[in-house]
């Protein structure tokens, strides 16, 4: 049975300031139960978050697990220009390296916004210095997703490494069953069958955000989002850590890997050597 990498997107959902603030709580929380598991992961800051609570970034950090960068402001490649997104993404990159007093090389688009569209910040990402990024679901989605792209990590043009979301097939339908909502929802016992069909040089991760965690939250509708959508996302919470316990408890072939970087130097993703972005347009 696998490995998988343990990573989260520190980001802030509220809708403005006025609500009250939950993720250091939670982030707090959820690092002192990965101690116990002896897990460390990669935790993808937004630099806005990471501005307001340096401190979360510094004991991430020091507790052994890789600080990455999930963008300025969480607004997706495909609403950016090429100017802004490479302006914040060099501010937002030095932000997290002065903070934590590490080298920061990977890179999380928001909602997997990698697209067809955003294609031009892959140069940008490797002039910044990013050695890899897990944006891309390759598969279609009614949000982001780049259809056509390898489920196996891979290179692009340029040497920068991708590492794409891992997929299942329900109904037709390829969903990232192993991140956020999909984890919540799906049974144990599915992701586990899931993981048991996984060709072998997919690499396996899972990704959460604190409000995955977060059972104080009170409801509000997300912008530009159907009710339903918000009640789906604002339900099922409480059970989120234990199914990481469950899986590692039940069934003890499944580990959780030590961080993308680590994972990146030991050579084990180089699979697929170049993609030219040109492949999909
Ligand atoms: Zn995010």
Redesign the pocket.
Known sequence: MPEIIFSC?V?DPRPDESYPKRYPEIIEGLLTRLEVLDIKGTF?F?GKVAKADPELVKKTAALGHEIGF??MY?KPLTTQSTTEFEEETRAGKQLLEDISATQVVGY?A??FSLTRQSLWAVDILKELGFEYSSSVLPAGSPLFGLPGAPFTPFRWHNGLLELPAPLASIGGAKIPYLGGVYFRYLPNRLIRFFLGKTPQNQCLWTYC?PHDFDTKQPFYRMKETALWISWLLWLNRKRTFSKYEDLLKTSPAISFAPPFSEQLHSGKFDLIPCLPVTSFT
Do not use: A, Y
């Open positions: 997107d980001e993808f937004v999930h963008s969480h999380r928001p909602i955000h």
